[in-house]
């Protein structure tokens, strides 16, 4: 049975008026239109909603059984799309931005203010994870958009590339290496190392440096979650970390932070999936973009390691 919402109108006003003339002109249609309509859904359903003769029109016992259930059923259809309506403007308003520690560094704020001005009704919702979500709430489908850093798992997401940034070393205060302006990775696969739990191999591989043991296995992984985490393991000499130069814009006594000469380095990026590709989401990807561009001495800042780092009292880019 095809019966449309136009038609279930049409026999509501006819219904309620108890004339076709009255129930047209309500609807500003012909009457020979709507008579039509009446007819053919009649036809459609296989009984007669109106007794009608020349001078009077009434409801047969079908058609008022029929009423109460299509008032029902279009008021739920309208409850219904209010409804989407309602959530379509929440998708529209509300931006739910995921971050790892440090976000986009010195980077975060220009972008965010750049996007705020673009979408001045758009509330940024912040959802911050620590290191064992790489993904920052991506991969779990929790936020729109997140400032990530690579690499880890990344089937079904996409990226815009922010800056890259060296390893540093993260050392305690007496450690051998500790006085030197840079170290080699070799120097540093002997010492316990400070890493997140087992939730992502990628990330957890770059962070352990397994791509520089041939196979070895670290002599002691203790897990930690954030960086101050880090600071305060490394501190107590549990073990060494890897970091990046930001690890150094953090005071934290008996911490040195130092460049690794020969590590590879790690991206920040800008990261969405590529299954929920909002026009939000698009927009704030193009609103890194020109941030980004429109900032090389920031980026150069950003991706230049510092020299050397005591007691973690670098003064940040």
């Not at 249609?29 to 003769?53: A, D, N, P, W």
């Not at 696969?189 to 520089?212: K, Q």
Request: net charge negative; proline share 6%.
């Amino acid at each position: 049975m095809e019966v449309h919402t136009r038609q279930l109108q049409y026999f509501i006003a006819v219904a309620e008026e108890l004339s076709f003339t009255r129930a047209a002109q309500r609807l500003h249609v012909s009457q020979q239109g709507l008579s039509t309509q009446i007819k053919q859904l009649e036809h459609e359903m296989g009984v007669t909603l109106f007794s009608r003769t020349t001078r009077h029109v009434e409801l047969t016992a079908a058609g008022a059984g029929f009423l109460r259930h299509v008032r029902d059923a279009l008021t739920s259809l309208s409850f219904g799309a209010e409804e989407a309506r309602a959530v379509q403007r929440g998708e529209n308003d509300r931006l739910v931005l995921g971050c790892l520690e440090g976000a986009a560094l010195t980077l975060t704020e220009p972008i965010l203010a750049a996007f705020r001005a673009a979408h001045p009704e758009v509330t940024i919702e912040f959802t911050h994870f620590t290191y064992d979500t790489p993904s920052a709430g991506l991969a779990d489908g929790l936020v729109d958009v997140a400032f990530v850093r690579r690499p880890f798992a990344d089937e079904g997401l996409r990226f815009e590339p922010l800056f890259t940034q060296p390893l540093m070393a993260m050392l305690p205060a007496h450690h051998v290496l500790a006085d030197r302006t840079t170290v080699t990775v070799g120097e540093l696969l002997d010492d316990p190392i400070l890493a997140s739990g087992p939730a992502d191999p990628v990330w957890n591989a770059f962070w352990r440096l397994e791509s520089h043991r041939a196979g070895r296995a670290a002599p002691g992984v203790l897990p930690v979650k954030t960086l101050l985490e880090e600071l305060h393991q490394v501190a107590t000499g549990a073990g060494i970390a890897m970091t990046v130069p930001c690890a150094g814009w953090i005071r934290f006594p008996g911490v040195r932070v130092i460049p690794i000469s020969d590590a590879t380095s790690s991206e920040v990026a800008v990261c969405w999936r590529a299954a929920h590709q909002t026009p939000l989401v698009r927009s704030f990807v193009e609103v890194a973009r020109r941030v980004r561009a429109a900032n090389p001495e920031l980026i150069a800042r950003l991706e230049t390691p510092h020299r050397r780092v005591r007691d973690t009292s670098a003064v940040p880019a």
